[in-house]
């Protein structure tokens, strides 16, 4: 009769030992290569992942570096003396620095004139362009009628054309009206430019709401004019409050139509600031610099503000 001898710990150990190499058998001899392999994949991955991250910063550091040095350059001249801003080779850090630049401007009466007529021409421009694309917004979205994707075609074709080309029809337009160095003429001309992007920002955040939701309003016994007002506008605010931005931007940059249309009693801020500093023989570059930076923060602030809109605004009607 054969009987088993029990294994000692040392013999177990020894049948675990691969002959002549010292390396586990069996399944530890599976597991070993397996393990290796996860850990360099696991490490190249997260090489990969760093290397993503510094590309990435990267990128963000020298794409601001390039958007921010004009902004930069613009502070420094505003604070700079009129010597050391001629002067060769210049410095990238002005050490002449000078706030009389920016107390000079406290004193034109003309300047600040010039911003009175930029703000009114500005926001009456936003708030008719809004007014305006909404309804016909809403009315390309929601309505089908006769001609319809004619009007589309029609609106979507005036940005076909140069601002300058219909400059000389708008002035003899103003002039045989009487318009000319107005308010109307400026409003008017700005209106005509910021419209058809308005209304095609808005046709499509139209056509992200739901019919059902128009048609249980006209259920309930709400008219055209009370779902548009009490239900469509506050659901599509976030892209009235973008198409208004835009369009008060565009009023407040315009220098061809304030300049042709208006005299200097109605110019606004971009024309006033070349007629201002800018002269013949010399130009006033630190004041010119410092009225430029001035001006720019009501529309800093203003996207500031509205940022979250802007954003919601601009891409609400991207999907469906």
């Known amino acids: 009769m054969t009987t088993t001898t029990p294994m000692t710990s040392s013999q177990l150990s020894e049948t675990d030992q691969r002959p002549g190499t010292g390396q586990p058998s069996g399944t530890g001899a599976a597991r070993t290569p397996s393990a290796a392999t996860g850990y360099t994949s696991r490490r190249r991955m997260r090489k990969d992942v ?11 550091v020298v794409i601001g570096c390039f958007g921010l040095l004009p902004v930069y350059w613009l502070l420094a001249t505003a604070l700079s003396t009129p010597e050391s801003t001629f002067q060769f080779p210049p410095k990238l850090i002005p050490t002449d620095l000078t706030l009389d630049n920016f107390t000079a401007l406290a004193e034109n009466d003309q300047l600040i004139k010039y911003l009175v007529n930029s703000m ?22 929601k309505f089908r009628y006769r001609g319809r994707r004619s009007l589309m075609h029609m609106v979507l074709a005036s ?8 400059l000389v029809t708008l002035y003899a337009v103003f002039s045989s009206f009487g318009l000319l160095n107005t308010y109307t003429a400026l409003v008017l001309s700005f209106t005509t430019f910021t419209m058809p992007l308005c209304v095609w920002m808005l046709k499509g955040i139209f056509d992200t709401i739901p019919d059902a ?6 259920i309930d016994g709400a ?14 605010a976030p892209g009235m409050i973008a198409a208004g931005l ?4 565009r009023g407040w940059n315009d ?51 509205l940022q979250r809109y802007l954003v919601g605004g601009m891409t609400a009607g991207s999907v469906k």
């Open 50 to 60: 760093l290397r993503s991250k510094i590309a990435a910063w990267t990128a963000v």
């Open 120 to 141: 009114i021409v500005a926001t009456i421009t936003a708030v008719l362009s809004v007014i305006v694309a909404t309804y016909m917004g809403y009315s390309f979205s």
């Open 159 to 166: 940005q076909m054309f140069p601002q300058a080309l219909l």
């Open 213 to 218: 939701l128009l048609e249980a309003a006209s």
């Open 223 to 236: 008219s055209r004019w009370r779902t548009l007002h009490s239900i469509v506008a506050p659901l599509a």
């Open 246 to 249: 835009f369009a008060f931007v």
């Open 255 to 305: 220098f061809i139509f304030a300049v042709t249309l208006a005299d200097k009693e109605k110019q606004t801020l971009p024309p006033g600031l070349v007629s201002t500093y800018i002269g013949e023989f010399q130009t006033a570059w630190p004041e010119l610099m410092a009225a430029s930076l001035v001006v720019s923060v009501p529309v800093v602030i203003a996207f500031m503000f």
